[in-house]
């Protein structure tokens, strides 16, 4: 990805999300289609955002943020159930919201690993930094 | 055209079957359920399009299930015929015994859904529904159907067209109790009084994705040959499909169709002066996203039964109307940038 790209993702956040009282940010992601809107974020260092997640689907999808490794542990694991920061189950039709503070500058993944969605294409990137 | 159609007394039949005989996405949330084979006949004169849909079956426990796009509300679902799918197979398959036998509109939007007909038959539960795409996915995961990720999509592309569907679940606890083995199926007979008569082709990709290649066999039976949108390979169509390839096209014998009229319920098939058209699929399942249009007024099969143009408001959109479509917004396209160019220049 371009800088000029990741330039335009970090407005189109911006421009989605907005800053409670709290000072952490709230940032919406629709689902349909088993397709996450945006797909690419950008976040800053050290920054807390708070994700919620929309899903006009029929069908439900969850939302897993993590490296590559968590994305890996959940596509092969059956946890039925999200409690960590950043990990939260959409039903069909409704609405979920998790919480995250970014840390580091890097890259992390966020999808749904429900049988057969994430290789269907059902993730994202969020850029750090 | 469509009057024309049904003016013509044009009747066709379609059929899907061979080795990965299918007529709908096969839902099927675990393993102890295989599915052999489904299949599909749809057959169409005086206004009438008639369904026979026949499911196979290997393992026990469990239930599976299948979603069928129809074009039209069904005054009619009974138990399908005994022979017909088979019979077709034979036809475009001749082996050597046979050799001497024969010479040869509701709201796509609509979060409602509405429950038309509930029926038992054999081991299936069908249920004839109405609802935009959304609705019948919520109505299917409600009712124990595992909807697969290109579900929503799939489900709100035929909404847009027709939101009529078939779900049918096979209960194989039920067919075990009933003493059905594999090999052994059940089958669907639908009459659909309708002017636009289509073969659902995308549905059968249903759940797969990528490279996977989705087979299928076509048989259409017309009163004269038809137009077909996409075309097969080399057909001339505006619209052609590597994927589609044209194996027979013949008239019908009389034995064929002799045989396939004297079938329960296919007495309303004409014994003569029919068309057969043998199409073969072949096409990964990322390229299929199409259905089959079909025309024998001697008119253009629409785009929009073809699955290229969404909506239901024009349904025949022939290539100079594309073309004019396409050449307009490139026009005003082209024309807003120049009236940019002169705003900026009075500047």
């Known amino acids: ?129 | 055209m469509r009057k024309a159609m049904v003016a013509a007394g044009t009747a066709f039949l379609v059929g899907v079957a061979g080795p990965a005989w299918a007529c709908g996405g096969l839902i099927a949330p675990n393993g102890a359920v295989g599915l052999v084979k489904t299949a599909t006949l749809a057959a169409y004169a005086d206004g009438v399009e008639h369904y026979v849909t026949q499911f196979e079956f290997a393992g026990a426990g469990g239930e599976f299930g299948s979603i069928v796009p129809l074009p039209g509300v069904p005054d009619r679902v009974v138990k399908g015929g005994e022979w017909t799918l088979e019979r077709l197979a034979i036809e475009v398959q001749p082996v050597v015994e046979f050799a001497a036998a024969g010479d040869a509109a509701a709201s796509p939007a609509s979060r409602d859904v509405e429950v038309l007909e509930e029926k038992r038959i054999g081991a299936l539960d069908i249920t004839i529904l109405r609802g935009g795409g959304r609705a019948v996915g919520d109505w299917a995961r409600e009712n124990g159907f595992d909807l697969t990720p290109d579900a929503p999509e799939v489900l709100e592309f035929y909404a847009t067209r027709s939101p009529v569907f078939m779900a049918a679940k096979f209960d194989a606890t039920e067919a075990a109790r009933r003493g059905l083995d594999r090999g052994e199926g059940t089958s669907i007979h639908l009459a659909i009084p309708t002017d636009d008569p289509w073969v659902p082709l995308r549905i059968l990709a249903l759940g797969q994705t990528g490279d996977a290649v989705v087979e299928a066999d076509v048989f259409l039976l017309t009163e004269r040959q038809p137009e077909l949108l996409p075309g097969p390979a080399g057909s001339g169509a505006w619209v052609e499909r590597d994927g589609l390839t044209l194996a027979r096209d013949e008239q019908a014998s009389s034995s064929l169709l002799t045989d396939l009229a004297g079938d329960r319920g296919m007495g309303w098939l004409p014994t003569e002066g029919m068309w057969l058209s043998y199409l073969q699929l072949n096409e990964e399942a990322d390229e299929l996203r199409y259905d089959l249009a079909i025309d024998v007024a001697g008119g253009v099969p629409s785009a929009v039964d073809a699955g290229f143009l969404g909506g239901i408001e024009e349904r025949t959109s022939p290539p100079w109307l594309v073309a004019v479509l396409v050449g307009g917004l490139g026009l005003g396209l082209l024309l807003a940038a120049a009236t940019q160019r002169q705003t900026r220049a009075a500047a």
């Open chain 1, 1 to 129: 990805m371009t800088r000029a790209r990741w330039v335009l993702a970090a407005a189109l956040v911006a421009a989605a999300g907005a800053c409670g009282g709290d000072g952490i940010r709230t940032v919406e992601i629709g689902i349909r289609h088993s397709r996450f809107t945006p797909s690419e974020l950008a976040v800053g260092t050290g920054e807390t955002v708070r994700f919620v997640l929309r899903n006009d689907d029929p069908i439900h999808h969850e939302f897993i943020l993590g490296d590559a490794e968590v994305q890996q542990i959940h596509e092969v694991g059956e946890e039925p159930h999200h409690a960590r920061p950043g990990e939260v189950s959409v039903p069909a039709g409704e609405t979920a919201v998790t919480t995250y503070r970014f840390g580091e500058p890097g890259a992390l993944l966020f999808g749904c690993h429900l049988p057969g969605h994430w290789s269907y294409g059902m993730r994202g990137t969020v850029r750090i930094g």
